[in-house]
Nanobody
């Protein structure tokens, strides 16, 4: 059974940092492209960052230079380091993988106060 479990969200002030984690099971993690999305209330779910099986990364313009996606294949874990957080980063953050279909974690709430 494929499972993605996010953690690390919380409430922080603008300018502070958080690191999100997503632990994957039920897939050959090292072969998967992993992604982070986020969704604010009333908004669509937007792609934030992508990391390929070989470690190449892509970022949304809104987070480029502030967020870093990384992976530890030995731990079946993908991370999102979020620095210089802004109130507009407030959202539920979701981990994503594609195997036989698309899989999503349950989400972790990030709230950035001003």
């Amino acid at each position: 059974q494929v499972q993605l479990v996010e953690s690390g969200g919380g409430l922080v002030q603008a300018g502070e940092s958080l690191r999100l984690s997503c632990v994957a099971s039920g897939i050959i993690f090292s072969l998967n492209t992993m992604k982070w999305y986020r969704q604010a209330p009333g908004k669509q779910r937007d792609l934030v960052a992508t990391i390929s099986s070989r470690g190449s990364t892509k970022y949304a313009d809104s987070v480029k230079g502030r967020f870093t996606i990384s992976r530890d294949n030995a731990k079946n874990t993908v991370y999102l380091q979020m620095n210089s957080l802004k109130p507009e980063d407030t959202a539920v953050y979701y981990c994503h993988a594609t195997w036989d279909t698309d899989y999503w974690g349950q989400g972790t709430q990030v709230t950035v106060s001003s």
